[in-house]
T-cell receptor, first 116, second 108 residues
Framework: DSGVTQTPKHLITATGQRVTLRCSPR?????VYWYQQSLDQGLQFLIQ???????AKGNILERFSAQQFPDLHSELNLSSLELGDSALYFC???????????????FGPGTRLLVL | KNEVEQSPQNLTAQEGEFITINCSYS?????LHWLQQHPGGGIVSLFM???GKKKHGRLIATINIQEKHSSLHITASHPRDSAVYIC??????????FGTGTRLKVLA
């Protein structure tokens, strides 16, 4: 158990809908990262938040948005869903904002999204 | 061509064999990560390295910055090592670039 929790575990929805994925980082971790893993594109970095502020942006679509709240949990909002958005969405956390250089990330169990 | 390439894509080994998974990258990176994804989907970070070599139990990771190459070695492989192994490079802008993964199956 990494200490990172994600809800829900599974989500089935229809095209055009909007969903919210939630992530609670490990106690004491200030950074949250979101990743998308689809069958055809593998793992992709979406976005990073550090202590409530956006720190880095990857291949995140404009239909997607995220935020980190004062209690450090984070939500990833996916809107106008398309079939191609079906994927596993992982969040990860690290102590500070330097995971790429100095810190290990701890991954949550993922949310499996299926868009029908 | 992907910026981070892994080989082989698939690997089947017999229990006890020494296994090597390779990762080559074509971009400048600050650190190289090795991740393990279990059949159930969970991801565990195995190593993060920016130079030299790291060892944890039966796992060894090396990196050669000049050659832009990293290897993950598994000694005395075991069926529980069966997983997808993913390398990822990170740059100073904190962006992660992932390899496509190596699917390892260790047979008893």
């Amino acid at each position: 158990d990494s200490g990172v929790t994600q809800t829900p575990k599974h989500l089935i929805t229809a095209t055009g809908q909007r969903v919210t994925l939630r992530c609670s980082p490990r106690s004491g971790d200030l950074s949250v990262y979101w990743y998308q893993q689809s069958l055809d594109q593998g793992l992709q970095f979406l976005i990073q938040y550090y202590n409530g502020e956006e720190r880095a942006k990857g291949n995140i679509l404009e239909r997607f948005s995220a935020q980190q709240f004062p209690d450090l949990h984070s939500e990833l909002n996916l809107s106008s869903l398309e079939l191609g958005d079906s994927a596993l969405y992982f969040c990860a956390s690290s102590v500070g904002g330097l995971a790429g250089v100095q810190e290990t990330q701890y991954f949550g169990p993922g949310t499996r999204l299926l868009v029908l | 061509k992907n910026e981070v390439e892994q080989s082989p894509q698939n690997l089947t080994a017999q229990e006890g064999e020494f296994i090597t998974i390779n990762c080559s990258y074509s971009v400048g990176i600050s650190a190289l990560h090795w991740l393990q994804q279990h059949p159930g989907g969970g991801i565990v970070s195995l190593f993060m390295l920016s130079s030299g070599k790291k060892k944890h139990g039966r796992l060894i990771a090396t990196i050669n910055i000049q050659e832009k190459h990293s290897s993950l070695h598994i000694t005395a492989s075991h069926p529980r090592d069966s997983a997808v192994y993913i390398c990822a490079g990170t740059s100073g802008t904190y962006k992660y670039i992932f390899g496509t993964g190596t699917r390892l199956k260790v047979l008893a």
